[in-house]
């Protein structure tokens, strides 16, 4: 018998220990697979039945998230993720209720002349307990739980809010906002963008839509049908992060898009990564083709800018112009620009 067979023998509970040697047998004689020694360690401790199926359900849901097929051994770090992560989500929905969210807005500059061509509102949270949270640990847990159409809605009034206040003073600023993949999938995405847009009496053309790769090819023609929606209603549509998804060039030719944002894992390698000027220089080429709109994103240095420049990029965003701001800051920050580029 081996090793990790054996090991099932020091399990104290009779029933818990046939069931685990019976799999183990299997998994051996008709996949040749080993189980770990580690789980027969593991059942050395009198646990009762009732913790053990909790922790295999713990593991199981690990694998799940992890997209199936696939199998985990549980371990104490597991429980601290979902308790923390069912944390976060409760704190989530308390922050919607208690106004906790705000947006900040992060510049995209021409690299022409230096103005301004529009804002990235950015989701901010800062929770009493948690401190600041970044929306890169939040956004994707809502995106599992489904309460990101919630965040999403309330994002989506919020900037339509605000374009309409720089509007109404004479500055009007495209404001981009991300849409998610759930939150565009919605039956009536199209229809509660127009009612935002009729009740706030925004021009549509000042909101922007970022979507990423992933919402163009999940259903293809439900979401090419949905974009043409939006382009009729006067909005601009942006693929955010381009070149990360598993997306096919046909999309470009097809869908009603109208600008490509650079990802910034592209451009942290400019100038001096081969593979990422030849990947930047190519997109850029190939969005003059197509006579679309390009934004670099995540430009941090005057080296990158320069050599975007030389591309004839058309516009960047950002560190080296300015993080996300409040709305406040912003109006400051594009009153400077407006002084530098007269
Ligand atoms: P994103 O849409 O690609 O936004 C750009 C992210 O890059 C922002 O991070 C921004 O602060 C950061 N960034 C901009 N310039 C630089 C730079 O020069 N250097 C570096 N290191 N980073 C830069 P943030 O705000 O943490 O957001 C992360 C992601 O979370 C966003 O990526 C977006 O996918 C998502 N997100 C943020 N707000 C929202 C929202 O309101 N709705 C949805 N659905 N997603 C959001
Ligand atoms: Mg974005
Ligand atoms: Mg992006």
Redesign the pocket.
Known sequence: MSHELRTSWRCKNPALRGFLFLQRASLKRYFGIDTSSLMGKKITHAYSNCFIFNCADTAMACVKDRGRGNFRFYQPQMNVDLLSRMKMDHAMRQALVQGQFR??Y?PQISLCNGSLLGA?????WTDPEMGNV???SF?PL??ESGF?IN??NW?MDE?VRQAVLWEQAGHPVVVS????AL?FQQPDFVERVAGTLRSSGLTPALLEL?L?ESILVRDADEALARLHSLKTLGVVLAI??FGTGYSSLAYLKKFPISKL?I??TF??GLPADESDRAIVGATIAMARALKLAVVA????TEAQREFLQGLQCASY????CS??LSALEFETLVAKLATCTA
Do not use: C, M
Request: charged share 25%; proline share 5%.
């Open positions: 947006l900040h992060q990235e509102a950015l989701i901010r970044s929306p890169v956004i809502a995106e990101i965040i999403g994002v900037a906002v991300n849409v998610s939150q970022e990423t955010d992060d944002k990802d910034r451009v942290t994103e995540g430009v941090e965003q950002g560190f080296l993080p996300a």
